[in-house]
């Protein structure tokens, strides 16, 4: 693909830098876009953190898609009425509208986001563009997943969950190529025969996550006693599932093991009084928290896709204690890469057996370690140079 090559990125968040999962995969898709042609990212932006000067922005700094409101709540809600719900239709709308003002002619549109998928599949026609759709989650099954816990009549739940998932796979059925994290995800929808697929797992920065970091600097921050043990929770948890699993660790594990410290790293934590609770927050260098922690801990109750904390749990060869939501779109093996419990108690118990056991923990982080190393970005992106390149072929024929 060359220089020539005009290539237009959707994604609802600012991604950069990257502090969430679902941000680190679509800014390394990002920086792999760039490599082939001229990239313009179309997403929200905070007016002040420079990008790199070869890619070149269109500002969604609206409601319609910065708003939490607008972006979750309505329009996952808009479900319950139908597929292409006025919230939907806004979106649209204004994404459609914001492009139509660049000077450029796009040869590839790209789609990180469910919320962006009728705006990609238009600006993708009125440009003659190929579509490529990038599927982060099967989303109508963290719908129904979430909706499982309001306690909504069951017509209703039916309806939305049916209604998003018609809108996922009608962005399946409309795509030049599409884009899985998992092959469990890419078997849950039916795809158009001639429509080539990739799958390209999640990844984690392994070569980083070598390094030795500053865990003791982190320590004496945070007053962290020097011989207490740690467990590590790392997530954003403006992300629901997240925030209730933090709540999960504060009001369920650490009173339990008062002699360890609980570190919840990640924006948005939510408050604690316990004792052995530390909530940090967002923290720059993530090595430091790797390296201070003792065991890593991913109990999510629910959630769909691959989970890049448990990459990075791996790649710093920690012995990993996680329900069975964490190893989603993963070769986990229960017992050799980490230790999977979904019941409150048996996950007590396995978090107890690993901090009475060294030899235990070490074999365990080794396991992990092992799977971490096959999970490296830089292995797993090359995937989209044989896609990019095909797709330049096909521009250029």
Known sequence: MNSETEILQLDKTQSYPPTTGAETRSWKTAEKLDQHGTLWRVSPWDGHTQLPETI?????????????????HAWYGGFTIQTRHPVQRLITRYVVSRVSNADADFDIVVSEAPELVDAARRLASIHDAQLVLNKHNCYYDFLDQYLRDKHLPLPVRERAVNNLYEHEQQGISDADVIVFQSEDDRDRFDIPSATPVRVIPNGTNYEE????????????????????????????FDYEPNHAAARFVIEELSPV??????????????RSTAPNVYAPGY????????????IALCPLPRGSGTKLKMLDYFAAGLPVVTTSVGTQGLPIRDGEHALVRDEPTAMKGAIRELARDEGWRKRLAQGGHSLGEQFAWSRLLRGYDELLTDLSTNNNE
């Open 257 to 270: 093991f008062p002699e360890m410290a609980f570190l919840l790293v990640g924006r948005n934590p939510p």
């Open 56 to 72: 070149r922005l269109i500002d969604l700094r609206s409601p319609v898609v910065t708003s939490k409101a607008i972006r979750n």
């Open 209 to 236: 996550l070598q390094q030795e970091g500053n865990p003791d600097q982190l320590a004496r921050d945070l007053g962290i006693p020097d011989d207490q043990q740690v467990c590590l929770f790392v997530g954003s």
């Open 283 to 294: 923290v720059t260098d993530l090595i430091d928290a790797l390296r201070l922690a003792d």
